[in-house]
C-alpha cells in the first residue's frame, strides 16, 4: 500500500515556475513507477510525465517537453515536478499516483493503482 500526498500548487504569472512534490509513505516506493496526472475542469485527466522505479527512464506529454522536469528521491520517499516557463493551459489540479511494483514506466492512467488528492496550479496570463 502507498498513500500519496501532493503540495506545491499555487497560483503564479505566465512565465513563472513551480516545483511540485509528491510524498509517498509506505516501503515499496522505491519500486514502483510514478507519475504526474493533471485534469482542468471540463477536460479528461491526461498524463503529464512518468518516471520508471530508478529514475533512469522518463516520459513527457508533448505539452510540456522541454519545460517540465520530473524526478524521485527514493531515500525520501518522493516524487517532483519542476515546471518552468508555464503557460495558462497549465492550468488545471495536478495528481502524482503509483503503480504497484514495477521495473517498467507506466505511460497509462489504468497502470496506476495509488493516487495523491491533487493540488491546484493555476497559472494567469
Known amino acids: 500500500q502507498v498513500q500519496l500526498v501532493e503540495s506545491g500548487g499555487q497560483l503564479v504569472q505566465a512565465g513563472g515556475s513551480l516545483r511540485l512534490s509528491c510524498e509517498a509513505s509506505g516501503r515499496t516506493f522505491s519500486s514502483v513507477a510514478m507519475g504526474w496526472f493533471r485534469q482542468a475542469p471540463g477536460n479528461e485527466r491526461e498524463l503529464v510525465a512518468c518516471i520508471n522505479w530508478s529514475g533512469g527512464n522518463t516520459y513527457y506529454t508533448n505539452s510540456v517537453k522541454g519545460r517540465f522536469t520530473i524526478s524521485r528521491d527514493n531515500a525520501k520517499n518522493t516524487l517532483y515536478l519542476q515546471m518552468n516557463n508555464l503557460k495558462p493551459e497549465d492550468t488545471a489540479v495536478y495528481y502524482c499516483?503509483?503503480?504497484?511494483?514495477?521495473?517498467?514506466?507506466?505511460?497509462?492512467?489504468?497502470?496506476?493503482?495509488?493516487w495523491g488528492q491533487g493540488t491546484q496550479v493555476t497559472v494567469s496570463s
Open positions: 499516483a503509483g503503480s504497484r511494483p514495477s521495473l517498467q514506466l507506466k505511460i497509462h492512467s489504468g497502470d496506476y493503482a495509488y
